[in-house]
């Protein structure tokens, strides 16, 4: 079975503090996402990167950088943690597909991190 | 504008009985697939069911089946014989293209089982 973990469930920071967030996956999947999750918005992509040291800006990443060192982590950061971004954060992870295939690309999500920025 | 919509913010269901979710897409990429995932109270994404572009049969996994109208974009999630278990908020996603796995969401379903 895919495994994705996040460092915390439950996060509390203050504002202007600098806040990371880890998530490791344990299958060897080339891609790895953050995503944030808001009431009656869905999930948005934050950023997303297809292998070691690459990033690629999502749709909302103003106020966030990622870093990927290791293939099997993937960090978030927020430089200077606002209470706009209080928020639930969830990391997934993906195979870069070689053939087409059902489902061949689906992503795997860990259980989330609920950040509350005071 | 919006890549995925849900029109149902929520949803009841009487338990044993069937449930449709909507899921209307947008897209001008003739390659794209369709995922729904099922969010528990617990927070966790989890992977239910996936309809390929060019996929000629619509998915079915278990209970759940997908019918996949590509004409009017839309791409429907089928719960049959709900289960209290079932109880939890629904994403449809899509991802364009083939070299890009990104996944567009939508707001998402809420559904609740009633006993």
Known sequence: ?????????????????????????????????WYRQDPGLGLRLIYFSYDVKMKEKGDIPEGYSV????????????????????????????????TSGRAADTQYFGPGTRLTVL | AQKITQTQPGMFVQEKEAVTLDCTYDTSDPSYGLFWYKQPSSGEMIFLIYQGSYDQQNATEG?????????????????????????????????????????????????????
């Open chain 2, 63 to 115: 209970r759940y089946s997908l019918n996949f109208q590509k004409a009017r974009k839309s791409a429907n999630l089928v719960i049959s014989a709900s289960q209290l278990g079932d109880s939890a908020m629904y994403f449809c996603a899509m991802r364009e293209g083939r070299g890009d796995y990104k996944l567009s969401f939508g707001a998402g379903t809420t559904v609740t089982v009633r006993a």
């Open chain 1, 1 to 33: 079975d895919v495994k994705v973990t996040q460092s915390s469930r439950y996060l509390v920071k203050r504002t202007g503090e600098k806040v990371f967030l880890e998530c490791v996956q344990d299958m060897d999947h080339e891609n790895m996402f």
């Open chain 1, 67 to 98: 870093s990927r060192e290791k293939k099997e982590r993937f960090s978030l950061i927020l430089e200077s943690a606002s209470t706009n971004q209080t928020s639930m954060y969830l990391c997934a992870s993906s195979f870069t597909p070689r």
